[in-house]
């Protein structure tokens, strides 16, 4: 290989439209739902992460939450109606001036409203102005949820350019549980900072395909107490998950060991050990559009583990763990058949040593486990695990040019392999 190796040499990819010298600014619309109050918190993730925003909250928001709150929030003063600030013209200013707005929570009521092309108060009339993108996060109960004019609401505003992720599973208002939560601040602000970065980067080209992910790290017992495992955190494939669902996929993700809250839409399976998440992955591939192994799959486990804790005996010394091979489930998931995945991606944590750099253990890999995508990341001085950030490059199978994912946020990264992946799904089918 000759060259620089792009995963040595990194650069940095702003939230901020390309070319700006300014801090993005994002228009935050409150709808009137009791979700509200946690909307505050996805002000406050903006502001932190350097957006300029302005509250745009409807008349019935402010009786959940306070001008007062928006605006200490904010920075910014806080109105509801096309009358106020009419010199300005603030109903048209605050639509043509954003980079993004953010709808959260989106009422069935704000759906409808918006879907139609009201413009009864200054919310709606934003919206109509805006040419930015615009990102909804609906809350509300289930039977509104599922409602016929809902959904078909969702999918004329869909139809438009308009993200709208779907709502999470959980406890709603008083006692009852189903789809109709808001996502959580830090799901819709990954999103929104996604499309700050990439305006394009949710399209709906993975509608109506079934994409299985795996995420985290396997454990694998040595007693009770103890396990062999690794540093995955899960937010790589987590991020590839909420990705693929905001771009219209039906998402199984199987989550090894994972500590954060179910992207919005998805459907999680949680395990815990190698042979576990085989079992899982082999269930939920069969005949799917997609798979990504993204999990950090642990290599060996012992041969026993302990039905009691192991003890440290003086004199006796370390006790010797026998180790067996764990199976290779990529390449179990690749190999031909009438229930193969269309495409399967890996993932190959290298790192380089005096025989070879990442990118060539990458594509030996690749080679040896029979997938369509391979995705390298580097994984030393601190990288890819445990951070919010990664860089890699997609190798494909079919000598296509490898792919530089430059160092960023991993939605990021999760949006290029979904815009590698969305292609190879609508092209004609492979021969069996």
Same mark, same amino acid.
């Given at each position: 290989?000759?060259?620089?190796?792009?995963?040595?040499?990194?650069?940095?990819?702003?939230?901020?439209?390309?070319?700006?010298?300014?801090?993005?600014?994002?228009? =935050?619309?409150? /709808?009137?739902?009791?979700?509200?109050? &946690?909307?505050?918190?996805?002000?406050?993730?903006?502001?932190?992460?350097?957006? #300029?925003?302005?509250?745009?909250?409807?008349?019935?928001?402010?009786?959940?939450?306070?001008?007062?709150?928006?605006?200490?929030?904010?920075?910014?003063?806080?109105?509801?109606?096309?009358?106020?600030?009419?010199?300005?013209? &603030?109903?048209?200013?605050?639509?043509?001036?954003?980079?993004?707005?953010?709808?959260?929570?989106?009422?069935?009521?704000?759906?409808?409203?918006?879907?139609?092309?009201?413009?009864?108060?200054?919310? $709606?009339? $934003?919206?109509?102005?805006?040419?930015?993108?615009?990102?909804?996060?609906?809350?509300?109960?289930?039977?509104?949820?599922?409602?016929?004019?809902?959904?078909?609401?969702?999918? %004329?505003?869909?139809?438009?350019?308009?993200?709208?992720?779907?709502?999470? =599973?959980?406890?709603?208002?008083?006692?009852?549980?189903?789809?109709?939560?808001?996502?959580? *601040?830090?799901?819709?602000?990954?999103?929104?900072?996604?499309?700050?970065? @990439?305006?394009?980067?949710?399209?709906?080209?993975?509608?109506?395909?079934?994409?299985?992910?795996?995420?985290?790290?396997?454990?694998?017992?040595?007693?009770?107490?103890?396990?062999? /495992?690794?540093?995955?955190?899960?937010?790589?494939?987590?991020?590839?998950?909420?990705?693929?669902?905001?771009?219209?996929?039906?998402?199984?993700?199987?989550?090894?060991?994972?500590?954060?809250?179910?992207?919005?839409?998805?459907? *999680? *399976?949680?395990? %815990?050990?190698?042979?576990?998440?085989?079992?899982?992955?082999?269930?939920?591939?069969?005949?799917?559009?997609?798979?990504?192994?993204?999990?950090?799959?642990?290599?060996?486990?012992?041969?026993?583990?302990?039905? %009691?804790?192991?003890? &440290?005996?003086?004199?006796?010394?370390?006790?010797?763990?026998?180790?067996?091979?764990?199976?290779?489930?990529?390449?179990?998931?690749?190999?031909?058949?009438? #229930?193969?995945?269309?495409?399967?991606?890996?993932?190959?944590?290298?790192?380089?040593?005096?025989?070879?750099?990442?990118?060539?253990?990458?594509?030996?890999?690749?080679? @040896?486990?029979?997938? #369509?995508?391979?995705?390298?990341?580097? =994984?030393?001085?601190?990288?890819?695990?445990?951070?919010?950030?990664?860089?890699?490059?997609?190798?494909?199978?079919?000598?296509?040019?490898?792919?530089?994912?430059?160092?960023?946020? &991993?939605?990021?990264?999760?949006?290029?392999?979904?815009?590698?992946?969305?292609?190879?799904?609508?092209?004609?089918?492979?021969? %069996?």
């Amino acid at each position: 290989m000759s060259g620089p190796d792009p995963l040595v040499h990194e650069s940095v990819t702003s939230t901020q439209p390309a070319g700006a010298d300014r801090r993005p600014r994002v228009v =935050v619309g409150v /709808g009137g739902g009791i979700a509200a109050y &946690k909307v505050g918190g996805l002000v406050r993730l903006f502001t932190e992460h350097g957006a #300029d925003v302005t509250v745009v909250p409807t008349a019935a928001a402010l009786r959940f939450v306070g001008a007062a709150t928006w605006e200490a929030l904010s920075g910014h003063p806080v109105s509801t109606d096309v009358f106020t600030d009419i010199p300005h013209v &603030k109903h048209v200013a605050a639509g043509q001036q954003a980079d993004l707005v953010v709808i959260a929570p989106a009422t069935a009521d704000l759906l409808a409203r918006a879907a139609t092309g009201r413009a009864d108060d200054l919310l $709606t009339s $934003t919206l109509l102005v805006t040419r930015a993108p615009v990102l909804m996060a609906p809350a509300m109960h289930t039977e509104m949820w599922t409602h016929p004019a809902t959904q078909a609401n969702v999918a %004329t505003l869909r139809a438009r350019g308009v993200v709208v992720l779907d709502p999470a =599973v959980g406890r709603l208002t008083g006692a009852d549980t189903g789809p109709g939560r808001l996502p959580e *601040v830090e799901h819709i602000h990954a999103a929104a900072a996604l499309l700050l970065a @990439r305006p394009a980067a949710l399209p709906p080209d993975l509608a109506g395909r079934r994409v299985v992910i795996s995420a985290g790290g396997t454990r694998e017992p040595l007693d009770p107490v103890r396990f062999l /495992g690794n540093r995955s955190s899960g937010r790589q494939g987590y991020a590839l998950a909420l990705v693929a669902a905001a771009r219209g996929a039906a998402v199984t993700l199987v989550s090894a060991n994972v500590s954060l809250a179910p992207p919005p839409g998805v459907r *999680v *399976v949680e395990v %815990t050990d190698a042979r576990a998440l085989q079992a899982a992955m082999v269930e939920h591939a069969a005949g799917a559009d997609a798979v990504v192994m993204a999990a950090a799959v642990a290599d060996f486990r012992p041969v026993h583990a302990g039905p %009691t804790k192991i003890k &440290k005996r003086a004199g006796q010394g370390p006790p010797a763990i026998e180790l067996v091979e764990n199976p290779d489930i990529l390449a179990g998931l690749s190999r031909p058949g009438p #229930d193969r995945p269309r495409v399967v991606v890996g993932f190959a944590a290298e790192t380089g040593d005096a025989h070879g750099t990442p990118l060539d253990y990458g594509r030996d890999k690749l080679a @040896r486990k029979g997938c #369509d995508l391979l995705v390298v990341n580097r =994984v030393d001085d601190g990288r890819a695990f445990e951070v919010a950030d990664n860089a890699g490059v997609i190798l494909a199978a079919d000598g296509s040019a490898p792919v530089e994912i430059p160092f960023g946020p &991993k939605t990021v990264l999760a949006a290029a392999v979904c815009d590698v992946l969305a292609p190879r799904l609508s092209g004609p089918e492979p021969p %069996t």
